[in-house]
């Protein structure tokens, strides 16, 4: 959901609102004559999050206040917030969308008003990241685990128990996480007591996950499948805690305002290039502009879910710096074809970030020279 805060001269039409086209119900202009109506302006909002992303509002100044009151009482409703981190995201500098991102169809009295006498003041975009959960059971036992690995799982991979006569592998614990789907709630883990601190601490301080932990009433959780020698080991297992770990995801806000500033300048004025990014793969930061609605959709907004596909890239990059035999210098880019469009990754080492530059519009060549000349000034800003 997009909100435009506007101001104009009185609009032409007398309802309190006016579909911006007849086809699309989601895009709506506010009169600038009426007065804020809570209970009519609240049937027109998206009933879920779910039903909200094509949503575009353009609401009058006078109506700010009001509209960020109803906004906010209306999150309640955009689905559960046990699943969904729900945040708005302000334009530093808003730009006033063309007539066609906006949804005009046909050139008509309101489109004109748009085009004429509306200046865009304010936009807020309605972001929705998806929230991941997992149980934690903290467990103690006289006798030890009836295995020898670290861990075994219990049925299946969504039920794990750690052993309480290895000592905690950090290492297979971080890449047991990497690849467990944590986005149906049923993920458990069973671990010692005497690891506990330290599996938490991996959670937050070297996954760098921002995390949620609450304790739950009930300590009981099917175990799922156990064969005869867990069995004699469950029955004399305690359950001394259970958790529940939310997993929030980071706002993805860029840490480097000048930075970010530039890169709205690059999709601003360049048109091959449709969105640019720059990932800092040590820190996990990343800073973004994009200019097409459909290229956001692609990929962009989930960069953090698909970073670890930079990782055989980046290492290649270290690996050819050091190799003085080819004569051709060391890998600086990387160019990824896709059907529809391009991406071209240019690799700064020294700074460990990579730039990436995204286009549907042109060629390889194209990108190549426009996304060139602009990283030395990125560099700059790192």
Same mark, same amino acid.
């Given at each position: !959901?997009?909100?435009?805060?506007? =101001?104009?001269?009185?609009?032409?039409?007398?309802?309190?609102?006016?579909?911006?086209?007849?086809?699309? &119900?989601?895009?709506? @202009?506010?009169?600038?004559?009426?007065?804020?109506?809570?209970?009519?302006?609240?049937?027109?909002?998206?009933?879920?999050?779910?039903?909200?992303?094509?949503? %575009?509002?353009?609401?009058?100044?006078?109506?700010?206040?009001?509209?960020?009151?109803?906004?906010?009482?209306?999150?309640?409703?955009? &689905?559960?917030?046990?699943?969904?981190?729900?945040?708005?995201?302000?334009?530093?500098? $808003?730009?006033? $969308?063309?007539?066609?991102?906006?949804? +005009?169809?046909?050139?008509?009295?309101?489109?004109?008003?748009?085009?004429?006498?509306?200046?865009?003041?304010?936009?807020?975009?309605?972001? =929705?990241?998806?929230?991941?959960?997992?149980?934690?059971?903290?467990?103690?036992?006289?006798?030890?685990?009836?295995?020898?690995?670290?861990?075994?799982?219990?049925?299946?991979?969504?039920?794990?128990?750690?052993?309480?006569?290895?000592? +905690?592998?950090? =290492?297979?614990?971080?890449?047991?996480?990497?690849?467990?789907?944590?986005?149906?709630?049923?993920?458990?883990?069973?671990?010692?007591?005497? !690891?506990?601190?330290?599996?938490?601490?991996?959670?937050?301080?070297?996954?760098?996950?921002?995390?949620?932990?609450?304790?739950?009433?009930?300590?009981?959780? $099917? !175990?799922?499948?156990?064969?005869?020698?867990?069995?004699?080991?469950?029955?004399? !297992?305690?359950?001394?805690?259970?958790?529940?770990? =939310?997993?929030?995801?980071?706002?993805?806000?860029?840490?480097?305002?000048?930075?970010?500033?530039?890169?709205?300048?690059?999709?601003?004025?360049?048109?091959?290039?449709?969105?640019?990014?720059?990932?800092?793969?040590?820190?996990?930061?990343?800073?973004?502009?994009?200019?097409?609605?459909?290229?956001?959709? +692609?990929? @962009?907004?989930?960069?953090?879910?698909?970073?670890?596909?930079?990782?055989?890239?980046?290492?290649?990059? %270290?690996?050819?710096?050091?190799?003085?035999?080819?004569?051709?210098?060391?890998?600086?880019?990387?160019? %990824?074809?896709?059907?529809?469009?391009?991406?071209?990754?240019?690799?700064?080492?020294?700074?460990?970030?990579?730039?990436?530059? %995204?286009?549907?519009?042109?060629?390889?060549?194209?990108?190549?020279?426009?996304?060139?000349?602009?990283?030395?000034?990125?560099?700059?800003?790192?």
């Amino acid at each position: !959901m997009k909100i435009l805060i506007y =101001k104009a001269k009185p609009i032409e039409f007398n309802r309190l609102y006016q579909s911006i086209n007849t086809i699309d &119900g989601r895009k709506k @202009i506010f009169s600038n004559k009426k007065d804020f109506d809570k209970s009519q302006i609240n049937i027109v909002l998206p009933l879920n999050i779910e039903g909200s992303e094509e949503s %575009i509002f353009l609401v009058p100044e006078a109506w700010k206040d009001d509209f960020d009151k109803l906004l906010t009482e209306k999150e309640k409703e955009f &689905g559960d917030k046990d699943k969904f981190d729900i945040n708005w995201l302000k334009e530093q500098t $808003p730009k006033k $969308p063309s007539r066609n991102e906006i949804g +005009f169809i046909n050139e008509n009295e309101l489109s004109q008003f748009y085009e004429e006498e509306v200046e865009i003041l304010e936009s807020w975009t309605l972001k =929705k990241s998806k929230v991941w959960s997992l149980k934690v059971i903290i467990y103690t036992a006289e006798i030890e685990v009836p295995f020898d690995e670290f861990y075994e799982p219990l049925g299946s991979w969504k039920k794990i128990i750690f052993s309480n006569k290895i000592p +905690f592998d950090e =290492k297979t614990v971080s890449s047991l996480l990497d690849v467990i789907d944590f986005e149906d709630d049923s993920t458990v883990f069973y671990v010692p007591l005497e !690891m506990k601190e330290i599996f938490l601490e991996l959670l937050k301080v070297i996954k760098k996950w921002n995390i949620e932990i609450t304790p739950l009433e009930s300590l009981k959780e $099917p !175990m799922g499948i156990i064969w005869d020698k867990f069995s004699q080991f469950y029955e004399k !297992m305690n359950i001394s805690e259970a958790l529940k770990i =939310k997993i929030i995801p980071e706002k993805n806000e860029c840490p480097n305002k000048e930075l970010e500033s530039f890169l709205n300048k690059i999709v601003q004025k360049d048109d091959s290039i449709d969105a640019v990014f720059v990932f800092d793969f040590k820190n996990s930061k990343f800073c973004k502009s994009v200019r097409r609605t459909d290229i956001e959709k +692609f990929s @962009i907004s989930k960069i953090d879910s698909v970073t670890k596909c930079f990782d055989p890239l980046i290492e290649f990059h %270290i690996a050819s710096s050091n190799n003085k035999k080819t004569g051709i210098g060391k890998l600086e880019g990387e160019i %990824i074809h896709f059907a529809n469009g391009i991406i071209y990754l240019y690799f700064i080492s020294e700074k460990q970030h990579v730039i990436g530059f %995204i286009s549907k519009t042109y060629g390889v060549g194209e990108l190549l020279w426009y996304g060139n000349k602009h990283v030395d000034i990125i560099k700059r800003y790192l």
